[in-house]
């Protein structure tokens, strides 16, 4: 069997994707790929494009760890979010096939279900702890049994995970005096197309304040039948983020998620020696190599790498592997920016491995589910795929068309005093 065309479809029902659909000589038989990088999203689209498509032109398949192998070594040049996400597209699309080709779903070719279903959870927020309680509240009404708690920090402006970024509040960016925002915005509008990145203004210490209080608030007021965590989205040093865990020892956290930047593994052990608050981290890893100081010194209790940025599922079942020998548990990164078949990748292999821990998952709109098809379905707190074979997800090319491309960016922090800040 040879791959015959490689298609790059970059659509955007509601926020921007990159899919890959690799084609094979064999009739009506193909893979569907998430090569999605949000923000930078045709950085990928040209790597795959340019430069990876025509190396696999004429490849078998099958051979997934060669191809993997191959276009990681053989640029020469390697890792990093770009690469990394067009080889996750590439990955995925390769598994997908494989799976149709043996009528398989493609949790089985990883080694059968270990499990009924992937425990799941969901985001909850507010601007003040009775509207995060609401939030938690209607999470848990709707069956989620783990919920992840962020709150607007006072005097601050577009608090991480409240309300989603895009909605944070660009009224109150326009009027907050955030230095530059007037130069960042080029004068242009946030969403219109041309936009620039609006700009939050975040300050660690009402932060360090705020959150245990909304904890002790969740605690008091909803009890301690559902798992509750945060993500502070490496935004502390690493005294502020063992403060902050050892603050929360109280309230029992699932896990506190991303307290320091990816670049500073070593500095997980100061949080260590003085919390026994479970840490998760991994969203902006790209490789193996990345995780393996955290897990192999237990610095870590989850690992949450993104399986669409770390080369997908041949990366992710490795990542797993070693986890496995060190008591940690799996968490893969799981929102609403990047798309079906990435989801349903992580379920697989949620549901394969042993040390599964917990899925982040969004519910996908109408106009995604038309454009891609067969996200994995929420029953009663845990997700679930079909037993279609491959990753039982699809792209609509013709529906794809309908929503093009549209320019954005994530946002970004600074501190009051003007300072970059990571976002
Ligand atoms: O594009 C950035 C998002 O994927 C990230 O902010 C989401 O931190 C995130 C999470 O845990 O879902
Ligand atoms: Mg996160």
Same mark, same amino acid.
């Given at each position: 069997?040879?791959?015959?065309?490689?298609?790059?479809?970059?659509?955007?029902?509601?926020?921007?994707?990159?899919?890959?659909?690799?084609?094979?000589? #064999?009739? &009506?038989? /193909? !893979? @569907? %790929?998430? +090569?999605?990088?949000?923000?930078?999203?045709?950085?990928?689209? =040209?790597?795959?494009?340019?430069?990876?498509?025509?190396?696999?032109?004429?490849?078998?398949?099958?051979?997934?760890?060669?191809?993997?192998?191959?276009?990681?070594?053989?640029?020469?040049?390697?890792?990093?979010?770009?690469?990394?996400?067009?080889?996750?597209?590439?990955?995925?699309?390769?598994?997908?096939?494989?799976?149709?080709?043996?009528?398989?779903?493609?949790?089985?070719?990883?080694?059968?279900?270990?499990?009924?279903?992937?425990?799941?959870?969901?985001?909850?927020?507010?601007?003040?702890?009775?509207?995060?309680?609401?939030?938690?509240?209607?999470?848990?009404?709707?069956?989620?049994?783990?919920?992840?708690?962020?709150?607007?920090?006072?005097? #601050?402006? &577009?608090? /991480? !995970? @409240? %309300?989603? +970024?895009?909605?944070?509040?660009?009224?109150?960016?326009?009027? =907050?005096?955030?230095?530059?925002?007037?130069?960042?915005?080029?004068?242009?509008?946030?969403?219109?197309?041309?936009?620039?990145?609006?700009?939050?203004?975040?300050?660690?210490?009402?932060?360090?304040?705020?959150?245990?209080?909304?904890?002790?608030?969740?605690?008091?007021?909803?009890?301690?039948?559902?798992?509750?965590?945060?993500?502070?989205?490496?935004?502390?040093?690493?005294?502020?983020?063992?403060?902050?865990?050892?603050?929360?020892?109280?309230?029992?956290?699932?896990?506190?998620?991303?307290?320091?930047?990816?670049?500073?593994?070593?500095?997980?052990?100061?949080?260590?020696?003085?919390?026994?608050?479970?840490?998760?981290?991994?969203?902006?890893?790209?490789?193996?190599?990345?995780?393996?100081?955290?897990?192999?010194?237990?610095?870590?209790?989850?690992?949450?790498?993104?399986?669409?940025?770390?080369?997908?599922?041949?990366?992710?079942?490795?990542?797993?592997?070693?986890?496995?020998?060190?008591?940690?548990?799996?968490?893969?990164?799981?929102?609403?920016?990047?798309?079906?078949?990435?989801?349903?990748?992580?379920?697989?292999?949620?549901?394969?491995?042993?040390?599964?821990?917990?899925?982040?998952?969004?519910?996908?709109?109408?106009?995604?589910?038309?454009?891609?098809?067969?996200?994995?379905?929420?029953?009663?707190?845990?997700?679930?795929?079909?037993?279609?074979?491959?990753?039982?997800?699809?792209?609509?090319?013709?529906?794809?068309?309908?929503?093009?491309?549209?320019?954005?960016?994530?946002?970004?922090?600074?501190?009051?005093?003007?300072?970059?800040?990571?976002?």
């Amino acid at each position: 069997m040879k791959i015959t065309e490689v298609r790059v479809i970059v659509t955007c029902p509601g926020r921007n994707y990159v899919i890959l659909k690799i084609m094979t000589d #064999t009739p &009506g038989l /193909y !893979g @569907v %790929g998430d +090569a999605t990088l949000n923000g930078r999203e045709l950085a990928v689209a =040209s790597a795959l494009e340019n430069h990876i498509a025509p190396l696999l032109i004429g490849r078998d398949p099958d051979s997934i760890e060669d191809i993997w192998q191959s276009l990681f070594r053989g640029t020469y040049w390697r890792g990093g979010p770009v690469l990394m996400t067009a080889l996750a597209g590439v990955d995925t699309a390769l598994w997908d096939i494989k799976g149709k080709r043996a009528g398989l779903p493609v949790y089985s070719l990883l080694g059968g279900k270990t499990r009924l279903g992937a425990l799941a959870y969901t985001h909850a927020g507010g601007r003040d702890v009775s509207e995060v309680e609401d939030s938690v509240r209607e999470k848990i009404a709707q069956g989620f049994k783990v919920v992840r708690a962020q709150i607007a920090i006072p005097g #601050t402006v &577009g608090t /991480y !995970g @409240v %309300g989603g +970024a895009g909605e944070a509040s660009l009224a109150s960016w326009k009027n =907050s005096g955030t230095p530059w925002q007037d130069e960042l915005s080029g004068g242009g509008e946030w969403g219109d197309g041309g936009a620039m990145p609006y700009v939050e203004r975040w300050e660690p210490t009402p932060y360090l304040h705020t959150i245990p209080k909304l904890f002790a608030h969740l605690r008091d007021k909803i009890g301690w039948d559902v798992e509750l965590f945060h993500d502070v989205h490496e935004r502390l040093t690493p005294i502020q983020a063992a403060r902050l865990a050892k603050d929360l020892e109280p309230y029992r956290l699932f896990f506190l998620e991303d307290p320091l930047r990816p670049e500073h593994k070593e500095s997980f052990r100061i949080i260590r020696q003085h919390s026994t608050t479970p840490l998760a981290m991994g969203e902006l890893f790209h490789t193996k190599w990345d995780c393996l100081p955290l897990i192999s010194e237990q610095l870590i209790d989850f690992i949450r790498c993104d399986l669409g940025h770390i080369g997908g599922i041949t990366e992710a079942k490795k990542i797993a592997a070693v986890s496995e020998c060190y008591y940690v548990q799996t968490a893969w990164h799981g929102p609403g920016d990047i798309a079906p078949p990435t989801h349903a990748a992580n379920v697989h292999l949620d549901l394969s491995v042993p040390n599964f821990g917990v899925q982040e998952m969004v519910f996908f709109p109408d106009i995604v589910q038309e454009v891609l098809p067969g996200a994995p379905t929420f029953k009663d707190g845990y997700l679930h795929v079909t037993d279609a074979p491959g990753l039982g997800t699809d792209i609509d090319e013709e529906a794809a068309k309908k929503y093009p491309y549209e320019r954005n960016y994530l946002p970004m922090t600074r501190r009051a005093d003007g300072s970059t800040h990571d976002w």
